[in-house]
């Protein structure tokens, strides 16, 4: 795990970072973060100090049935696996990030063109479904266990982790058929979410205890990079997450 | 029957960089005016938890709600234009400051052969250089006519740089001295050195140190957090509206701004216009305001599609070459690039600046000779750090799986081993590139939709497998282990982002017969309409839009300033 040696590589609050860099200036000043955050009281502060285990209450579903959610966190292990060099998505919450996401807006692509007329249209012209994400996930759920089943007679969940592989490659390739959707498209959103639920703040449910970020030395959010951006060496930070910011 | 308010001087539609910017120069000036803005309310404490790649960068914060309004896209016409359901080739800015607010602050000047490109390109290749179909045109206006401007806007926003030595005649240097320089970028500039290129530092409104400038306002300095495109700054240190020319309009006490306040056509009779209608978003009433001056600063898309929709102008015919409103729409041709995958060295990749980078002109504009070449113009190419944020950053190498076990490890090494070298090519107008009005898909309103008629053509192709090429050598000369060329440009795709700089569709000219609007971006047709933007732009640069489109912004309140005390065409 990565440790940091230096001192400014510590993680800094807020406020005093915010005090010590000048940052507030006067006359027409905007800097409003920066201001507001001078005028909040002082809370008490402990870096370094690990935090008591708890039971993680962000771990229940919003959208799937626990069918659902047993086949995709199967499905975004593989896409991700655990192995030698770290958690895989299972361990991550990638499944439940993808439940909460599932439940909201972008599960109903909420802040998209979803009215109609519908027609197929070219590549380049990106995705002209009547179909909600949602919706998608449902089907391709679905046809993970019906395929597994007639393959090999078993549902997703219950497979080989290489008898997983091949039906995820099949749906990757567009060996299987779908209606409505193609299996490459909600191949493709599978493993971009499980993506996101790996490397998203874990505010999210994904990225559990940041470890997703410290597989690839990501220090999540920081204050400041002034003092490494110019640095030669590779600077290993312990990552903060948005919960950091706030307490 | 719509709400009458009382007449103002002028009324603006938006209020990003080309609102803003009017904005506080009218206001500085006596005018009263009024800012609509669609979006709501937005200030620097907004951004409090604002690094988060997920809500930000991938679900798109802060840009444009496409339920509500979207562009449709075909690629030519014969096939039948569908619409941008979810975000991919760009991002449309919404809410107070627009796209100016979570842009990166990649701040250039265009280059001298930019504004005249149609007569020096005959100058020097003669007329057959230039293909059928390109709708070359030179801009109305010179670099050395523009260059005051150009400084005003680097002033006003504080732009940290040093001197471009392939660029224009500057009068001062840049205010600000250039951003730190990355191991990265001191490779990029040692290699390119070595190739006998002119690298320097990338122009950024991201502020290399603290800067009060010549309104008053006093800005931090950049923190290289990581989280800049598409995020809105924390510090108030990148250079966006909200926290520059607003708030000096504001404190004249001339500007109100409604926000919520949705644009919908632009009142006339005769070839004047007496105002806008517009809709308050928060209670769905009709409201009129009446103005002397209507501004549109509603981004290309908007400002061409309110003149269409309310009838303002001549709507271009690719059929016939005539009319002016939708003509040139142009892009950015991003595919020319190269990444080099360095195996046994970090880079501190996941730190970075919106605009921090070392680029070079060696092969932009005319500065090489093209006698041989099958295009025209070319691209900046260039080494940034941007912050390499885990989501969207999982480069492997090709042949590397896209899911499992291999391509978690090539991608887990890989994160901190990579370096970009990209190209930013120029896009030329053609004929048969336009925007007009959608003829079957509608915004919540019930208004058409713009039409987008595009695709990549052969001087595109060119451009990009030249640029990855030289793309390609300089990450050798970087020391690269591996690079790997990206030169084939396919068909223009809407899917993946690209770029947010469609320019074109409202563009100025010297002539009434072959532009809109004439050098001071007043309409020829309507002359008291001003059409500020991109959307001015005859063809897009081998650059970032908006240190050409900020300077085109202080040069139309000039104008504007001249109208209201003289009325008639300015030019
Ligand atoms: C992620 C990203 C990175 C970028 N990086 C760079 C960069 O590094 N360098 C660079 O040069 N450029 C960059 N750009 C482009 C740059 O942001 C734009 O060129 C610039 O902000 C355009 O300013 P504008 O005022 O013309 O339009 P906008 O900023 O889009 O402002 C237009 C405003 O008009 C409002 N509006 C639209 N229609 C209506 C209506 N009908 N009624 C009322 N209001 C309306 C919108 O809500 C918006 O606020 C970037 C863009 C993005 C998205
Ligand atoms: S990189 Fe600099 S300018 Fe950009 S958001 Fe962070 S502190 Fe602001």
């Known amino acids: ?185 909600f191949f493709k959103m599978l493993r971009a979410s499980t993506i996101e639920g790996i490397y998203a703040d874990p505010l999210y449910g994904g990225n559990k205890n940041m470890d997703g970020w410290r597989l690839k030395n990501f220090p999540g959010n920081q204050m400041t990079y002034t003092q490494v951006i110019e640095q030669d060496k590779f600077v290993k930070m312990e990552p903060l997450s948005l919960r950091d910011h706030q307490h | ?231 809105g700054c924390e510090y108030g240190a990148k250079a966006d509206p909200v926290v520059t020319v607003i708030p000096v309009a504001k404190k004249t006490g001339k500007f109100e701004i409604r926000t919520h306040s949705h644009v919908r056509r632009i009142l006339h009779t005769g070839n004047k216009a007496t105002g806008v209608l517009y809709t308050d978003v928060t209670t769905g009433e009709e409201i009129e305001q009446p103005a002397d001056i209507v501004v549109l600063t509603s981004y290309v898309f908007n400002n061409a599609r309110l003149l269409l929709l309310s009838k303002l102008g001549r709507p271009y015919d690719p059929n016939t070459g005539k009319g002016v409103i939708g003509k040139n729409y142009c892009y950015q041709v991003m595919r020319g690039g190269a990444t080099g995958f360095f195996e046994d060295r970090e880079f501190n990749n996941y730190a970075g600046a919106g605009a921090l980078g070392m680029v070079l002109d060696d092969y932009n504009g005319d500065n090489f000779d093209h006698s041989n070449l099958n295009f025209l113009h ?25 899911w499992g076990k291999e391509f978690k490890a090539a991608s887990l090494k890989y994160a901190n081993r990579t370096i970009n070298v990209g190209a930013q090519g120029a896009s030329l107008p053609f004929r048969h590139h336009f925007l007009d009005l959608d003829p079957t898909y509608k915004d919540v309103f019930g208004d058409p939709l713009m039409r987008i008629t595009f695709d990549f053509e052969e001087q595109d192709r060119q451009l990009a497998a030249f640029m990855s090429e030289k793309c390609g050598e300089i990450a050798r000369e970087m020391g690269a282990s591996k690079v790997e060329v990206r030169g084939k440009l396919g068909p223009y795709d809407i899917t993946p982002y690209q770029s947010t700089h469609n320019t074109g569709g409202v563009i100025m000219g010297a002539s009434p017969e072959t532009s809109a609007v004439n050098n001071y971006l007043q309409m020829w047709d309507v002359e008291n309409v001003f059409v500020v933007g991109a959307s001015a732009f005859a063809h897009n640069s081998g650059y970032n839009p908006t240190g050409t489109m900020g300077a085109l912004s202080y040069r139309a309140a000039e104008g504007i300033l001249k109208y209201h005390k003289s009325g008639g065409i300015l030019v």
Request: glycine share 10%; hydrophobic share 35%; with cysteine.
């Open chain 1, 1 to 185: 795990m990565a440790e940091s040696n230096n001192k400014y590589e510590q993680p800094v609050s807020r406020r005093h970072f915010l005090k010590n860099t000048g940052l507030v200036l006067g006359g027409l000043v905007v800097g409003g973060v920066a201001g507001s955050l001078l005028r909040r009281p002082e809370a008490p502060q402990q870096p370094g100090a690990a935090p008591a285990p708890a039971a993680d209450y962000n771990q229940a579903l919003m959208y799937f049935s626990p069918e659902q959610f047993k086949v995709v966190e199967a499905a975004c292990e593989r896409i991700f696996p655990e192995d030698e060099l770290g958690p895989g998505a299972k361990a991550l919450g990638a499944a439940y990030f993808i439940d909460h996401q599932l439940a909201g807006d972008w599960g109903f692509n909420a802040r998209e063109y979803m009215q109609g007329p519908f027609y197929p249209g070219e590549a380049t012209q990106g995705y002209q479904g009547r179909l909600k994400r949602r919706e998608i996930f449902d089907i391709g759920i679905q046809e993970l266990n019906n395929y597994s089943q007639s393959t090999y007679g078993k549902r997703f969940y219950e497979i080989t982790p290489e008898q997983q592989d091949a039906v995820l490659k099949a749906f990757e390739t567009d060996e299987v058929k779908l209606t409505a959707v193609s299996a490459s498209a």
């Open chain 2, 1 to 231: 029957m719509a709400r009458k308010l009382p007449k103002v001087d002028v009324v603006i539609v938006g209020v990003g960089w080309g609102g803003g910017i009017i904005a506080s120069e009218l206001t500085k000036q006596g005018l009263t005016v009024v800012g609509l803005e669609r979006g709501k309310e937005r200030k620097t404490e907004d951004y409090f938890m604002v690094h988060d790649e997920l809500r930000y960068a991938l679900r798109y914060e802060m840009m444009q709600d496409l339920s509500k309004e979207t562009i449709t896209f075909r690629s030519n016409t014969n096939v039948r234009a569908l619409p941008m359901r979810s975000y991919g080739s760009f991002l449309m800015g919404t809410g107070l400051g627009g796209a100016g607010v979570h842009w990166n602050g990649h701040t250039f000047r265009f280059l001298p052969y930019d504004f005249e490109i149609r007569s020096k390109t005959i100058e020097r290749y003669g007329e057959k250089k230039i293909p059928e179909g390109m709708t070359l045109q030179d801009w109305g206006i010179t670099y050395d006519e523009l260059e005051p401007y150009f400084d005003k806007f680097e002033q006003m926003a504080g732009i940290s740089g040093a001197e471009n030595p392939l660029g224009g005649k500057r009068s001062k240097p840049y205010p600000t001295p250039p951003m730190k320089m990355t191991p990265s970028m001191k490779l990029f500039e040692e290699a390119a050195k070595k190739l006998n290129l002119h690298p320097y530092p990338l122009p950024s409104a991201n502020l290399s140190e603290a800067y009060t400038n010549p309104d008053g306002i006093s800005r931090a300095a950049c923190q290289y957090c990581g989280f800049c495109e598409r995020f």
């Open chain 2, 378 to 402: 070319g691209a900046n190419i260039s080494v940034s750090q941007y912050g390499q944020r885990p989501i969207a950053n999982n480069t492997v190498p090709e042949g590397t799986p896209s």
